[in-house]
C-alpha cells in the first residue's frame, strides 16, 4: 500500500516582495494542503535558523491545521575540506531545529560544482553523519543545477562511499528535468532511498503551473506507486507570474489530489 501526503513548499511564494513563509502559512491550508516544506532565507542561510522563534512558529502551525513535512539546509559548501566541515555543523544544527518543529526530513542541496567538489561533498556529509547520530531523522540529497549533487555519476558515488540509513534522495522533477537527467531511472535504482519529492512541471527550464508543463507527472505517480512510495510531494513553484502563485497552488492540489487518491 502506497501514501502520498501533499506538501506546499514556501518557494511557491518567492519574489512576491513579502515574506513567503507567512504567506504560505496563509495561503497553503486555503488550498487544502495539512502540510508545508520550510524554505526560505532563515533555513538555507548558515546559522540563520538558530534565530527562528520556534514556539511562536509552532503555534502558527497548529493555528492554520498545518505540520511540517520537510526543513531545508544550508549546502555543504565544496571549496575545501575545512569548509565542507565546518558546513557539516551548521547542518548539524539545522537537523536540531527540524526535530524541535516535529521534522525527520532535511533536504540536503549540494554546494557549487567545482572540480574536487564530491569529494568535499563526501567528507561534509561523513561528518555530518556523525554529529546527528542520535537523531531519528532523514537527510535526502536534492539535485540543484549548477550544484554538486545532479547527476547519476554524484549519487552513485556518494552511495560508493556513504552506505547510511539516513541517508537517501529528495526526487526534484525541475532540477532533473533542466539538467536531462532521467528521474525515472533513478527512481527504478534507488528505490529504496527515495524519501522525498519536490514535485515541479517545467517548460524547458521554466517552472510553469503544475500539470501545464512537459513533465509526466501521472507516469511519475504511477513508477512511485511501483516502488511502494510512502511519503511527501512537495509542491514547489518558482513561476515567472509570482503574483498568480495563490491561485496556481490551489490549481495544483486539485490537479493532484485525484491523482494520488488509492483505487
Not at 72 to 96: D, H
Not at 106 to 111: C, P
Request: hydrophobic share 35%; aromatic share 8%.
Amino acid at each position: 500500500m502506497t501514501g502520498f501526503i501533499l506538501s506546499c513548499s514556501t518557494c511557491c511564494f518567492r519574489n512576491r516582495g513579502r515574506d513567503e513563509i507567512e504567506e504560505t502559512l496563509t495561503y497553503a491550508p486555503q488550498a487544502g494542503y495539512s502540510y508545508i516544506a520550510l524554505g526560505g532565507p532563515f533555513t538555507w542561510e548558515p546559522g540563520l535558523i538558530q534565530w527562528l522563534d520556534k514556539k511562536k512558529f509552532l503555534e502558527e502551525l497548529s493555528r492554520n491545521n498545518l505540520k511540517l513535512s520537510e526543513v531545508w539546509t544550508p549546502p555543504i559548501p565544496t571549496e575545501s575540506l575545512e569548509k565542507a566541515l565546518i558546513g557539516a555543523e551548521q547542518v548539524a544544527k539545522s537537523a536540531r531545529v527540524a526535530i524541535d518543529l516535529g521534522c525527520n526530513i532535511l533536504v540536503q542541496t549540494g554546494g557549487s560544482r567545482r572540480e574536487e567538489g564530491l569529494q568535499n561533498t563526501v567528507t561534509g556529509l561523513k561528518r555530518l553523519l556523525e554529529l546527528i547520530s542520535d537523531l531519528d531523522i532523514k537527510i535526502c540529497l536534492e539535485p540543484h543545477i549548477n550544484s554538486q549533487i545532479l547527476t547519476f555519476e554524484d549519487y552513485d558515488k556518494i552511495f560508493s562511499k556513504i552506505d547510511s540509513p539516513k541517508l537517501g534522495i529528495t526526487i526534484d522533477t525541475g532540477h532533473f528535468h533542466s539538467a536531462g537527467v532521467d528521474f525515472i531511472a533513478l527512481i527504478k535504482k534507488y528505490s529504496n532511498r527515495i524519501w522525498n519529492i519536490h514535485l515541479k512541471d517545467h517548460r524547458g527550464k521554466q517552472s510553469v503551473p503544475i500539470g501545464e508543463g512537459e513533465i509526466d507527472i501521472p507516469g511519475l505517480i504511477n513508477e512511485l506507486r511501483r516502488i511502494n512510495y510512502n511519503g511527501f510531494l512537495a509542491v514547489e513553484l518558482e513561476v515567472i507570474d509570482s503574483e498568480n502563485a495563490p491561485k496556481y497552488v490551489k490549481d495544483a492540489y486539485r490537479y493532484l489530489a485525484p491523482l494520488i487518491k488509492e483505487d
